[in-house]
């Protein structure tokens, strides 16, 4: 259950309101999801990570979709239930397929592997790896 | 400093440098980096991560960059200095810019955050979120 | 659900109870938390953790409130549900508000985020950081 | 070794001196450190992640001590070793003792430890922690 | 809420088919648990988790109750609510009695918590700990 | 480089030497690793901390190498190196072999990874696991 009251629009100050329908103008859809409906019980914080999320997550030398599977990849690793659930959402709505979901949480669970060979065996960086 | 020695191409066993000659062969290179070198004492270990690593990591439904990219988020967010250092030279072969890199760090960063806001608040999923 | 029943006072043996007795004493309250009785399935870490509790979470050099702060942020950091709800009960009895809640998830996003930029640039220390 | 170039001062384009300018001038030091330079390789990271802590980090309903005490909790639990450097020589600055800074570590351990008693009993969370 | 379907039994493609008879083969039961009912959306993911965990799992110079023990350690540290389930359930099968548990958890909780103070105090490793 | 001086033992208060006396009477050496002349600069947590470890790593239900064997799993998933070459060095003492090692990092590093696989398929937990 969450830690706060969920602030829907319509309770919302001028000032949330603004952000949320910024976030629904960028997005090109009618609704919020919980995680801003949370956070918009302290505005300061609202508005910096949304501003963060729009200009980290938009288009770039990654493009946006290479993007979520990133952020998918960090949520799992870390176990955030809410992230994986709104993130992967938002990857399947920018052309992951169910095969490229398969694939990302394989390398995820590789990576989490072998992450541990490297720092069990405490196993030392080649000199070719590091930059010049 | 290693917890073991780290097993060079001309002192090890037959089994181990068939895997050693894979590696090579598979990435078009003429030497083996000191992960494989570790974990060589355990020839099991040895050929079951090579296996997994080559399956995992081969074009799929992801192209060999992505899950690159997902591989060094997932280290990055684990703090493994040697699968950074790895993993980011891989990276960079396959085609990842300093910039790309830049921006591969920025979502990293954004999502271990928003990641304990929505663990913080304890943010209910989105039934919109969930599967029909 | 609990991975071992929950231990009631009435049920309890006597080295439990003079447990539960002292956490109700000491807190000024009349019930103990699901905590102390999961734990009192094994006596020895009951009262070893309420007594190592007891000494580290007491006033001293930092307030008790800074410390339940500081407990929430671990919490939040590791992704433990209980705890989180657990302490941000204390944390609110001591005097937390929502301002400071708010104020403290953002600090602990913040610190999460600067984390991966860190090593994921792999950043060396600086020296006027360092001890002469 | 870092994976980028540290951008000093004199080397820095406008954008960025006047990144470092500010830091100079809000944290009333004539130096910039590491952290810095090396995220000035991407200007808008940069940028962003100096406003965010200029903000998150200011005197609130909290106050920057206690902010700071937070942060390194994080960082050590995270095990970020730049950041437990630099954020305990800040908190340092603000006024942290070794006795504040040794309890500070007791805290950090103790959530650590009963966050693994949490979950690995997979206690449920009291209703009366839950929100009415 | 499952991101995928369990495949059942009689729905599944002769390839899962043949992965759930040999897990049901070698573990002597008629049943199949929904880890591998979820990851089989992704035959190849199916299969070489089988074997890895088939081959790591196997008696060797470590016992399989010790395997099972360590499993449970490292999830509950991760906090992986299924593996702790799943495990803790194998674990049991093996010999694991309440006691040895309860000791299990202690450890998990004691090294989480020294590992924090190591990590604070940024402690150097002593020479002797090092290999010759 | 650590965070505080090394407390040696000519240089340590009574109680300071109490406890190192007692580590090295119970450990049958004459010398004191760096975590205990790291932890003296607080005797409160050098005491608390040595009782804890020395009640929990006692023989009981599990033997002392298990319980080294989980240690040094959980610092490897945390990727705590101080700790990973003191419990290595303390299991090799109590009979761990390299094979016995290098399973052990197969297990951790599978667990690390099928945790991930769980966490991100979201899979649920059987009913044939719950406690009746």
Chains 1, 2, 3, 4, 5, 6 share one sequence.
Do not use: Q
Not at 24 to 52: C, G, Q, S, Y
Not at 68 to 77: D, G, I, P, R
Not at 86 to 110: N, P
């Amino acid at each position: 259950m969450a830690m706060v009251d969920l602030i829907e629009y319509e309770d919302a100050s001028p000032e949330v309101k603004a952000v949320y329908d910024d976030i629904m103008a960028t997005r090109k859809t009618d609704w919020v999801n919980n995680f801003w409906k949370a956070i918009a019980n302290h505005p300061p914080t609202l508005k910096r990570t949304w501003e963060t999320i729009k200009e980290v997550m938009a288009p770039g030398a990654l493009d946006p979709l290479t993007k979520e599977l990133v952020y998918v990849a960090v949520s799992v690793t870390n176990n955030c239930e809410y992230c994986i659930h709104s993130h992967t959402a938002s990857a399947r709505k920018k052309g992951m397929t169910d095969e490229m979901f398969a694939e990302l949480l394989a390398v995820v669970a590789l990576a989490n592997s072998a992450n541990r060979l490297a720092n069990g065996y405490e196993i030392p960086v080649d000199e070719a790896f590091r930059r010049p």
